[in-house]
């Protein structure tokens, strides 16, 4: 039994074939459904400026589809690609399935809810920290006014000595 995956196909068509670039897209198309795939998105972006030079061409046409084959024909469809003239690159990105997806948003708003949970206990207890903290600093200024006074009781007696 073959698993079929969901993928993302993005590529590069060179620009001087705009003009038959139906016959390049069925050409690819037919590479997925040759292998018992089945594309279920298309999205052409048009010309679009590269981020680097590719065979010595500034522009490009993208090209994006979705579709889902058998995980056993990706590398077929791959070999495809590459040994086609007309596309200068390409690139095919695995999608996870929906309830991957799903339990994965599930698993970061349990996340952020927990981060924010611990953030409001840190809030409180850093407003009885506070509070301890004051009586705190009261103590230590009683004692230090304890020890000044006794050290100003002193003075006078070493003085005196001298």
Not at 22 to 28: A, H, M, T
Not at 56 to 83: H, M, Q, T
Not at 102 to 110: C, G, M, R, S
């Amino acid at each position: 039994m073959e698993k079929t995956g969901n993928y993302e196909l993005l590529y590069i068509v060179h620009p001087d074939l705009e003009s038959s670039i139906d016959k390049i897209l069925d050409r690819v198309r037919s590479y997925i459904t040759r292998r018992d795939g089945k594309i279920t998105y298309e999205e052409n972006w048009g010309k679009r400026k590269l981020a680097y030079q590719i065979a010595k061409n500034d522009v490009g046409i993208y090209i994006l589809w979705y579709f889902s084959a058998p995980k056993e024909s990706l590398v077929k469809i791959e070999k495809d690609l590459r040994l086609t003239e007309e596309v200068l690159r390409y690139m095919v990105l695995a999608q996870e399935p929906e309830e991957k997806k799903e339990t994965k948003k599930k698993k970061t708003t349990e996340k952020v809810e927990k981060e924010v949970e611990k953030k409001e206990t840190k809030k409180t207890e850093k407003k009885v920290d506070k509070r301890t903290e004051k009586e705190r600093m009261d103590e230590i200024d009683e004692k230090l006014g304890k020890l000044l006074g006794e050290e100003e009781n002193n003075k006078p007696k070493r003085e005196a000595k001298k």
